[in-house]
């Protein structure tokens, strides 16, 4: 099976500063894979909310993530803290990919990179509806 290569922006429109505690690390005494989602969530929510949106408004709409993908480049260790940035891409009708890198605030290292396919949703309704506008004139400026 081939390898997951993810190709990222040269620039993020956000960034956010996440530290590591020790419910985030596992066995092997580095960040768990499934924490690793956590703080991207966490990252996502600040990301929409810098915005001036919640995961459930978005333009009068929310977002249900579609899918994950996530590509490791090194260990990271509790006490560090992680410098989440995030952007939005590969726009389509119904939704885009949030891409994201976390890399080590104090040595530049980069710890993974990944993204989420995210669509809008009408949760009213309960089906996908299409980007909103102003979210698509908010992150592509």
């Known amino acids: 099976m081939p390898r997951?290569?993810?190709e990222l922006p040269e620039h993020f429109s956000f960034s956010t500063d996440i530290p590591i505690y020790i419910g985030h690390i596992n066995y092997g005494h580095h960040l768990d894979n499934a924490q690793l989602i956590s703080l991207v969530s966490e990252a996502r929510v600040r990301f929409f909310k810098s915005l001036g949106y919640t995961e459930?408004?978005?333009e009068g709409v929310g977002i249900v993530v579609a899918d994950v993908a996530a590509q490791y480049r090194s260990e990271a260790f509790h006490g560090e803290t992680l410098v989440v940035e995030m952007g939005a891409n590969d726009f389509n009708k119904y939704g885009c990919d949030l891409v994201w890198r976390l890399s080590d605030?104090?040595?530049g290292r980069e710890v993974?990179?990944?993204?989420?396919?995210?669509m809008f949703f009408d949760y009213t309704a309960r089906k996908a509806t299409s980007v909103p506008p102003g979210f698509l004139a908010k992150v592509s400026a």
């Not at 993974?112 to 995210?118: E, V, W």
Request: hydrophobic content about 45%; charged content about 25%; aromatic content about 0%.
């Open 105 to 107: 605030q104090a040595s």
């Open 56 to 58: 459930l408004d978005v």
């Open 4 to 6: 997951i290569k993810i």
């Open 112 to 118: 993974a990179r990944g993204k989420h396919g995210i």
